[in-house]
């Protein structure tokens, strides 16, 4: 009863966001590659002046090298704009954890930007983040599954 209480009250700001990687809409993807790489981010949130106008995450950059390998000619100095995704989904911060867990859960998403009253992105609700927020709820739980839980024993054990 506490979890679903917990779930349907707390907001996003509970569940471990990271701090947004942001980077102009004019970067190119060769630059924006390498941020992703030294900040060990998945994805990056395109903003053009003040407003959030895009995403590019690894499954984008993952399916454009694949398209580079089989012979696509990417130009990896055009800017990310012509790369990225421009529909971002995001969530208010005042959204609740169960509510950002549906809106990921429907969409196939593995990172939420999360955005203020002014629409600018104040954080990233990750999938390994509400990992960590419902290992806070059950510690009992999550610490003590054996290491495969639906493993089944070949034989007895024992005498």
Known sequence: MDFQLN???ETVDHAYLGQPLMASAETSLREVLQILREQHQGGIL?????????IFTERDALRLMAADAKGGQVDYD?????????EV????????V???I???????YRRLPVINSEKLPTGVLTVSGILHY???H????????????RHAAGEREGA
């Open 7 to 9: 779930l349907n009250s």
């Open 46 to 54: 395109i903003q053009k002046e003040d407003a959030l106008v895009g």
């Open 78 to 86: 055009q800017p990310i704009k012509n790369f990225m995704q421009t």
């Open 89 to 96: 989904v995001s969530v208010a911060d005042k959204t609740t």
């Open 98 to 100: 169960g509510e950002s």
């Open 102 to 108: 549906r809106v990921m859960s429907e969409g196939g």
């Open 134 to 136: 419902l290992v806070d």
């Open 138 to 149: 059950f510690p009992q739980v999550i610490y003590t599954l054996p290491p495969k839980p």
